[in-house]
């Protein structure tokens, strides 16, 4: 994730470290034009371009299954969400999903209709679903939520991990989230970067899956 005015240069610099080759990323920036979500998903979408009006991002590395929906929360407010699981993705994703059986050999297809139905039917929080899309999705999820309102809308991270993982500074006001050993299993909810160093706020796995 990343916020306004951070050197997005360098950001992006880590996130491909990250990535590898290949990957998918969501990316909301904003500009005196308005804002823009961008995606590449695998292969299919051209390289994104660093910019300084970059406020969220949500990544997945090489093998992810990564989606977007708009779909509407339980608070009543609208959402556009971007998902990237390592996967694959369990059983569960599937009967909780309910994809019709054409659709279930497209795993982006099964997350996105997941994102919409946990949302929409099962009335979940935001905090609940990147802990759930972790548990349904291969032990991990990085999840950007825009919530639309007047104006700009509010862009919202989380990353949810069952392992461990670590968060640092990528370079001004950047900060990424990743998979390794630097803690335990959470779901991060907020990272602002503090005089070079990240300060974290997280949320253990169990209470956010009761959440």
């Known amino acids: 994730m990343a916020r306004p005015g951070g050197d997005s240069l360098l950001f992006w610099s880590r996130v491909s470290r990250i990535l590898g080759p290949a990957g998918c990323v969501a990316a909301y920036m904003e500009s005196g034009r308005g804002w823009v979500l961008l995606q590449r998903l695998g292969e299919e979408a051209a390289r994104l371009e660093p910019s300084a009006g970059l406020f969220a991002a949500a990544a997945g590395g090489p093998g992810s299954v990564c989606a977007s929906t708009?779909?509407?929360?339980?608070?009543?407010?609208?959402?556009?969400?971007?998902a990237a699981v390592p996967g694959p993705l369990a059983r569960g994703a599937y009967v909780t999903a309910q994809v019709p059986p054409q659709s279930r050999a497209a795993a982006p297809a099964v997350l996105a209709r997941l994102v919409a139905r946990l949302l929409e039917v099962y009335g979940v929080s935001y905090l609940r679903l990147a802990a759930r899309l972790a548990v349904l999705g291969g032990g991990a999820a990085a999840?950007?939520?825009?919530?639309?309102?007047?104006?700009y809308p509010a862009p919202l991270v989380y990353y949810a991990s069952r392992g461990g993982y670590c968060v640092e500074a990528a370079g001004g006001g950047a900060v990424a989230a990743y998979p390794g050993d630097c803690r335990p299993g959470g779901v991060v909810l907020s990272a602002r970067p503090r005089s070079g160093v990240v300060a974290v706020r997280v949320v253990r796995l169990e209470d956010a899956l009761r959440g």
């Open 70 to 82: 708009t779909a509407g929360a339980r608070n009543g407010s609208v959402v556009t969400v971007f």
């Open 143 to 151: 999840v950007l939520l825009l919530v639309h309102r007047r104006g």
